[in-house]
């Protein structure tokens, strides 16, 4: 928990003299702006502009000024220009797989000393662990603050399971065929489709079966990486995938989102893996009950823990002294268990402090909403190791779409699943490379 204090300090007060307004004798300061970029469109950014509302109406010495900048992407890119050109956000909102660019721009203000120097006292003891350390240094210092984060799970059509004679949900890979199979012979087109391809069933997969993505900890212990899913269990999964493919049993929808979201909650399959962070769509969608479950995993393996997805806030270098006291406070008024239930309960991510997800569970919140601490549990399984800390890798967007090139020539039965998984690693590899030479300390 992050305990606020009083923002007025010397600092302020020199503010206050400098900006005075005389209106009958009263004197009033205008608040410093603080500027805040991040991607997240819909409800969910009207929940922020929300947010940040109540946080500007608690006090008067800073006004956060929100903005949606589009895509992840496209805000990344457009703060990159901004900061070349000294115009940038005071706060940034970054994909978490991009976060290895972030930490090597010398563009950031590491989210712990920033909090240290501004007096915010922070217990990092009492946030859920497996989150932060997806944004630690390998020394274990906080860079950014996690803020939308998700992780995949399994979303199932509890009618159409109803329709095919269904009940539990599958636990295993194995499970997923067999329904699949049962689902077309009820009359659905198709058994199973996913959302983000790459996160799921390569790296959650990974992470699951406890098999590494890459090389140096997936990215966590150094720069010099390779990626080796050609050589795990990973092949024979995309090559389940591709065999299901040529029966119904799977469904590839496109390499957005939205492609499987249209197949699941428009009925036409029955099951899908998708952000946990995808309930509020969902909802909206679907004409029928559905459910959420864990991820499956092969038979033979106990299941690890997922690896998160979504976002984190990053604070950006370079702004006058006097402004980095209210972009604390800010993150301070994010954190507080109120504001991260609100976040929670409003969007499908998980809550990032323990209290947030204990009041939770006190209000009866996850009788009632399952699936929302499903992913919560999944993430925090004990045991994780090396293989399962986070993957932490340069030029993220590049190598992902190389991957997805080799992906689709699996699915249109261009190449077997070696084949695909092997040109992916090779021009994965001339990526990583590539950010390594260009990144390594001189």
């Known amino acids: 928990m992050i305990a606020r204090r009083t923002l007025l300090g010397t600092a302020g007060a020199a503010l206050l003299a400098s900006s005075l307004t005389l209106s009958g004798g009263a004197?009033?300061?205008a608040p410093r702006e603080i500027n805040f970029w991040y991607p997240l469109g819909g409800a969910i950014g009207d929940l922020i502009v929300k947010m940040t509302n109540d946080f500007n109406a608690s006090q008067s010495d800073y006004k956060i000024v929100p903005q949606?900048?589009?895509?992840?992407?496209?805000?990344?890119?457009?703060?990159?220009?901004?900061?070349?050109?000294?115009?940038?956000p005071h706060l940034l909102v970054g994909i978490g797989a991009s976060s290895l660019n972030l930490m090597l721009s010398g563009a950031i203000y590491p989210v712990e000393d920033l909090m240290k120097d501004h007096g915010q006292k922070v217990d990092w003891s009492s946030f859920v662990q497996p989150v932060l350390n997806y944004y630690r240094t390998p020394e274990g210092k906080l860079l950014s603050l996690p803020f939308n984060s998700s992780t995949p799970i399994f979303w199932y059509n509890?009618?159409?399971?109803a329709k095919a004679g269904l009940s539990a949900?599958?636990?295993?890979?194995?499970?997923?065929?067999?329904?699949?199979?049962?689902?077309?012979?009820?009359?659905?087109?198709?058994?199973?489709?996913?959302?983000?391809?790459?996160?799921?069933?390569i790296d959650n997969y990974s992470f699951l079966q406890n098999v590494p993505?890459?090389?140096?900890?997936n990215g966590m212990a150094g720069l010099d990486t390779e990626f080796l899913f050609n050589k795990t269990r990973v092949v024979q999964h995309i090559q389940r995938l591709q065999d299901w493919g040529k029966d119904g049993r799977f469904l590839y929808t496109g390499r957005t989102w939205q492609g499987a979201h249209g197949a699941f909650s428009g009925g036409?399959?029955?099951?899908?893996?998708?952000?946990?962070?995808?309930?509020?769509?969902?909802?909206?969608?679907?004409?029928?009950?559905?459910?959420?479950?864990y991820l499956p995993h092969e038979k033979d393996v106990t299941p690890k823990n997922s690896l998160i997805g979504g976002g984190s806030i990053w604070a950006m270098a370079g702004h006058p002294k006097e402004d980095y006291a209210g972009v604390a406070a800010y993150l301070a008024f994010l954190t507080s268990t109120d504001r991260q239930l609100e976040w929670h309960k409003g969007?499908?991510?998980?809550?990032?402090?323990?209290?947030?997800?204990?009041?939770?569970?006190?209000?009866?919140?996850?009788?009632?909403?399952?699936?929302?601490?499903?992913?919560?549990?999944?993430?925090?399984?004990?045991?994780?190791?090396?293989?399962?800390?986070?993957?932490?890798?340069?030029?993220y967007v590049q190598y992902v779409a190389a991957i997805e090139d080799e992906l689709e020539n699996v699915w249109s039965n261009k190449k077997t699943a070696q084949q695909g998984l092997d040109d992916a690693?090779?021009?994965?590899?001339?990526?990583?490379?590539?950010?390594?030479?260009?990144?390594?300390?001189?």
Not at 175 to 194: H, I, P, S
Not at 213 to 217: F, H, P, S
Not at 276 to 293: D, P
Not at 371 to 387: D, K
Request: hydrophobic share 40%; aromatic share 12%.
């Open 27 to 29: 004197a009033v300061a």
């Open 68 to 88: 949606f900048k589009g895509s992840y992407d496209e805000t990344f890119n457009a703060a990159v220009a901004a900061y070349r050109a000294k115009k940038h």
């Open 158 to 161: 509890k009618d159409a399971f």
């Open 169 to 201: 949900p599958p636990k295993t890979w194995d499970e997923v065929g067999e329904y699949a199979t049962k689902l077309r012979q009820a009359g659905f087109e198709c058994g199973y489709t996913t959302a983000w391809q790459v996160w799921v069933n």
């Open 213 to 217: 993505v890459a090389t140096q900890q």
């Open 268 to 293: 036409k399959c029955a099951m899908m893996t998708e952000s946990s962070a995808g309930f509020a769509g969902i909802k909206q969608a679907a004409k029928f009950e559905f459910a959420a479950t």
């Open 347 to 395: 969007t499908g991510y998980i809550p990032i402090t323990k209290a947030a997800y204990e009041k939770g569970k006190a209000e009866g919140y996850y009788q009632a909403n399952p699936h929302q601490e499903v992913a919560i549990l999944q993430l925090m399984r004990e045991g994780a190791t090396e293989n399962t800390r986070a993957v932490r890798l340069g030029n």
């Open 425 to 442: 690693v090779r021009r994965g590899n001339e990526i990583l490379a590539r950010f390594a030479q260009q990144n390594r300390k001189r």
